[in-house]
């Protein structure tokens, strides 16, 4: 009973740990929010949710001994608690504020933004203080490479550890630990995370935006997540160089962080050997071609640049699931809207911070399906699958195919809970997988010109789950609503 004991406070210490992490960014809004001259209202959205977080700060120091050591069981738990209670601070400001005075709202557009989802209830974007505007993206960039991942980064100086919370959180079938001690790992993905994104802020702002558009499309982009400053998104703007620019950072965001490493080590070959990535690029370029021919020979646009360049950056856009958009793509020829609802189902890399199925987990089931169709012509023959020339084990495939179906059987069912309500097919379906997919927007009413405000309350605190779910990949959610969890 002790050690139980012992482990829930522990497991309390780890979530303080990072609602104080999240406490500083907060501050860091109400410091901006007071240089852009917001006064009295950057206080009172901001000044108590930070100082929330740190108060649970200094109290969890009361409640477990120097060394905290969560077990695999509590590992899941705490990953699980650490976004809900990640969402509930984070919708304090939108509240306190008074621009999103229902806490239901308030409690979807802040998980929606941690979740890099990018779906939003707001109808008039635009009106919302910028230091607001600000914390909105910064929830994106900070659920991007992972609000556990970054405290696990700083666990160590805690004396907590952090093993199996990476990879009950991670994105894609499994982390790619190219460093002895976890926490490192967690430190440089989050360097290199940092650094792309300066670099993005800098070139926006080369492309004439403004310091905090720069800055929070740069943390939209970069997280792959959505949330824009304006009401017509990335299209406000007009600008074919910030199109272009936002479509290669959204390509490289879904892409495995870990390629980003070993490219800045000079391991460019690394690139040619990833069998996932050759088929993220493919999957990009074929489908960005072929909406592209298909908007021209339709007459949507006038030429093949132009038909390039929004089908390039709305393929990038639903693919990576960041959802931000140039053009109402429900206006498109339906085989162009058909190419984007495909690319709802498969998303980016594992170790990006894309949602959605992922790449790798794709072309795994494709080569068991050949696999399997070779066995039923010779069936003496073995047939293993191979993944950048590496034999995958039996019990990887079996959990990747797991995976994939227990996502699918969450859309479905998401999909009757939302018709539920009395929403037409193509609304309930897109939302469901939209929001489990982590991409924002859908189709019909859901569609890039629209926005989730019409549902009632209990649709979106189911979207608000779906989103939790979706962004740690069905498994670590669902397997605490398991008996077996529980059993000691």
């Not at 960014?25 to 209202?41: D, M, P, Q, R, S």
């Amino acid at each position: 009973m002790n050690g139980k004991g012992s482990e829930v406070r522990s497991l309390f210490r780890a979530v303080a740990v990072l609602l104080s992490v999240l406490s500083v960014f907060i501050l860091a809004c109400l410091a901006a929010g007071l240089a852009l001259g917001e006064g009295l209202a950057a206080v009172r959205a901001f000044a108590i949710p930070a100082a929330a977080g740190l108060l649970l700060f200094a109290l969890s120091f009361l409640a477990a001994s120097d060394r905290v050591i969560l077990s695999s069981r509590f590992g899941y738990l705490f990953v699980v608690l650490s976004w809900l209670s990640a969402a509930a601070l984070g919708a304090l400001p939108f509240v306190l504020s008074g621009w999103i005075p229902s806490f239901a709202d308030a409690l979807f557009e802040s998980m929606s933004g941690f979740t890099t989802t990018g779906a939003t209830i707001l109808t008039d974007i635009e009106a919302l203080p910028r230091s607001l505007l600000l914390w909105r993206a910064t929830t994106h960039w900070l659920g991007g490479m992972g609000i556990v991942v970054l405290t696990v980064a700083v666990f160590p100086l805690l004396g907590i550890s952090g093993r199996a919370l990476m990879e009950a959180e991670a994105p894609g079938p499994q982390v790619d630990k190219f460093t002895p001690r976890l926490s490192q790992t967690a430190s440089i993905l989050w360097l290199v995370y940092l650094g792309l994104t300066m670099i993005l802020v800098i070139l926006l702002l080369f492309g004439g935006m403004g310091f905090v558009d720069a800055v929070t499309h740069a943390f939209a982009t970069m997280a792959t997540g959505g949330f824009s400053t304006r009401n017509l998104s990335v299209g406000a703007f007009g600008s074919a160089y910030v199109d272009w620019v936002l479509t290669i950072f959204m390509v490289l965001a879904g892409s495995n962080f870990a390629l980003h490493w070993k490219l800045l080590h000079g391991d460019g070959k690394s690139l040619l050997r990833d069998s996932e990535w050759k088929a993220y690029v493919s999957i990009f370029a074929l489908s960005s071609l072929f909406v592209a021919f298909n908007l021209l020979s339709s007459g949507t646009y006038g030429d093949f640049s132009q038909a390039l360049r929004y089908a390039s950056f709305q393929a990038a856009s639903i693919l990576t699931t960041t959802g931000f958009g140039t053009a109402d793509f429900l206006q498109w020829p339906s085989f162009a809207q058909g190419v984007l609802f495909a690319l709802m189902f498969v998303g980016g890399c594992a170790g990006s911070t894309g949602g959605g199925i992922k790449v790798g987990r794709i072309v795994t089931l494709i080569k068991m399906g050949f696999a399997e169709m070779r066995y039923m012509v010779n069936p003496r023959g073995v047939y293993g699958i191979f993944m950048n020339r590496q034999y995958m084990k039996k019990n990887i495939v079996y959990n990747i195919a797991a995976m994939v179906w227990l996502y699918l059987c969450t859309v479905f069912v998401s999909t009757l809970v939302v018709a539920w309500g009395g929403f037409d097919i193509m609304t309930s379906l897109t939302a469901s997988l939209a929001i489990l997919g982590n991409i924002g927007p859908g189709f019909s009413l859901v569609g890039p010109a629209f926005n989730y405000a019409f549902f009632p309350d209990w649709i979106k605190l189911w979207l608000f789950l779906m989103m939790l779910v979706g962004r740690l990949e069905v498994f670590t959610v669902l397997v605490i609503f398991t008996k077996a969890f529980w059993k000691r």
